[in-house]
C-alpha cells in the first residue's frame, strides 16, 4: 500500500508591479482586504530589467512583493492567481485613466526549497495547475542559498529580490516548526 503524506502548506507571496506610487499603496490596501495580514513586505524596487510593461504599466514601474501571514495548501495557487487577475481589472478601472493596467499582480508560493509563480500562459517549462492556469519553478533553495534556471526572469536573479525571498523562506520554517 502506498504511503500518501498530508500536503504541507506553504507561504503565499505576491509581487506587484505599479505605475507609481499611489497605485502601489492601492494595491497593497487591496491585497490586504482580500487576503489577510502581511507579515513581510520588501522594499518598493525601481523596476528596470525589462520595457515589456511599458505600453500597460508606465515608463517607471515599481516592484514591491509581499508575504501573507497565515500559511495557505498549495493547491489553492490557480484561484489566488484568478483573484489577482480580478483584482487587477478592478484597480485598472479606479486608477490611472493613462495606464491601462496600472498594477500587475503575480501570485507565488514558497516552500523550504523552491519558489513557485503562477502564470495563465503556457510554455515548455509550466505545469498546468487546473482552472486554466500554470505554475513553474522559478528559483530552487539548495545549499544555502537561491539557484536560478534558464527561464528565471532577471529580476529574479537580483540579490535584493533573493534576500527578501530568504527572510519569506526563514519566517514559513519558523512557522512550520510552531
Given at each position: 500500500?502506498?504511503?500518501?503524506?498530508?500536503?504541507?502548506?506553504?507561504?503565499?507571496?505576491?509581487?506587484?508591479?505599479?505605475?507609481?506610487?499611489?497605485?502601489?499603496?492601492?494595491?497593497?490596501?487591496?491585497?490586504?482586504?482580500?487576503?489577510?495580514?502581511?507579515?513581510?513586505?520588501?522594499?518598493?524596487?525601481?523596476?528596470?530589467?525589462?520595457?515589456?510593461?511599458?505600453?500597460?504599466?508606465?515608463?517607471?514601474?515599481?516592484?514591491?512583493?509581499?508575504?501573507?501571514d497565515k500559511l495557505i495548501d498549495p493547491g489553492e495557487l490557480a484561484q489566488i492567481k484568478h483573484r489577482t487577475n480580478?483584482?487587477?481589472?478592478?484597480?485598472?478601472?479606479?486608477?490611472?485613466?493613462?495606464?491601462?493596467?496600472?498594477?500587475?499582480?503575480?501570485?507565488?508560493?514558497?516552500?523550504?526549497?523552491?519558489?513557485?509563480?503562477?502564470?495563465?500562459?503556457?510554455?515548455?517549462?509550466?505545469?498546468?495547475?487546473?482552472?486554466?492556469?500554470?505554475?513553474?519553478?522559478t528559483l530552487i533553495y539548495e545549499k544555502k542559498r537561491w539557484r536560478c534556471f534558464d527561464w528565471t526572469y532577471p529580476?529574479?536573479q537580483t540579490q535584493h529580490y533573493q534576500d527578501f525571498l530568504s527572510k519569506v523562506r526563514i519566517r514559513l520554517l519558523?512557522?512550520?516548526?510552531?
Amino acid at each position: 500500500m502506498w504511503q500518501i503524506n498530508p500536503v504541507q502548506p506553504v507561504k503565499l507571496i505576491i509581487g506587484i508591479l505599479a505605475g507609481d506610487e499611489q497605485c502601489l499603496a492601492k494595491a497593497l490596501e487591496t491585497l490586504k482586504a482580500e487576503f489577510g495580514d502581511f507579515d513581510l513586505v520588501s522594499d518598493a524596487w525601481s523596476f528596470t530589467q525589462t520595457d515589456y510593461y511599458v505600453n500597460e504599466i508606465g515608463t517607471e514601474p515599481l516592484r514591491q512583493f509581499v508575504a501573507v501571514d497565515k500559511l495557505i495548501d498549495p493547491g489553492e495557487l490557480a484561484q489566488i492567481k484568478h483573484r489577482t487577475n480580478e483584482i487587477e481589472k478592478a484597480l485598472a478601472k479606479t486608477l490611472r485613466d493613462d495606464l491601462p493596467r496600472p498594477v500587475n499582480l503575480d501570485p507565488g508560493l514558497i516552500e523550504p526549497s523552491k519558489l513557485i509563480l503562477a502564470s495563465t500562459k503556457n510554455f515548455s517549462h509550466r505545469i498546468y495547475i487546473g482552472d486554466n492556469m500554470y505554475a513553474e519553478v522559478t528559483l530552487i533553495y539548495e545549499k544555502k542559498r537561491w539557484r536560478c534556471f534558464d527561464w528565471t526572469y532577471p529580476d529574479y536573479q537580483t540579490q535584493h529580490y533573493q534576500d527578501f525571498l530568504s527572510k519569506v523562506r526563514i519566517r514559513l520554517l519558523e512557522q512550520l516548526k510552531s
